[in-house]
């Protein structure tokens, strides 16, 4: 059975860093497709960013572009998102996302419904 699971999430100052991780268990081998995720209170679920796992391409929401990284650890089914210049509107659980088999055309990349399979969430909280 597949599992997600992120760690990372805490509180930080605005200005300041964080690194949030989100490793995939049982079954990995046809991951087509991770991303970020996240959901303010009495907000709609937001994408951050996205990664292609054929190509390693990688994709952004507008809010993070220049402050926020997606990568792949390559020994691990696992994606990394580095987040810096933190702001308190990035204040909101993230949550890791996967897609398996077919990967998503670009279009869909940021369509919460593309997605097999969600981790629990992480916390994260920016104080101003």
């Known amino acids: 059975q597949v599992q997600l699971l992120e760690s990372g999430g805490g509180l930080v100052p605005a200005g300041g860093s964080l690194r949030l991780s989100c490793a995939a268990s049982?079954?990995?081998?046809?991951?087509?497709?991770m991303a970020w995720f996240r959901q303010a209170p009495g907000a709609e679920r937001e994408f951050v960013a996205g990664?292609?796992?054929?190509?390693?391409?990688?994709y952004y929401g507008d809010s993070v572009k220049g402050r926020f990284t997606i990568s792949r650890d390559n020994a691990k089914d696992t994606v990394n998102l580095q987040m810096i210049s933190l702001k308190p509107e990035d204040t909101a659980i993230y949550y890791c996302?996967?897609?398996?088999?077919?990967?998503?055309?670009?279009?869909?990349?940021?369509?919460?419904?593309?997605?097999?399979?969600w981790g629990q969430g992480t916390q994260v909280t920016v104080s101003s």
């Open positions: 996302a996967a897609k398996f088999g077919s990967s998503l055309i670009t279009s869909s990349i940021a369509l919460a419904r593309g997605y097999n399979y």
């Open positions: 990664f292609r796992w054929s190509t390693r391409s990688t």
């Open positions: 049982g079954g990995t081998s046809n991951i087509a497709n």
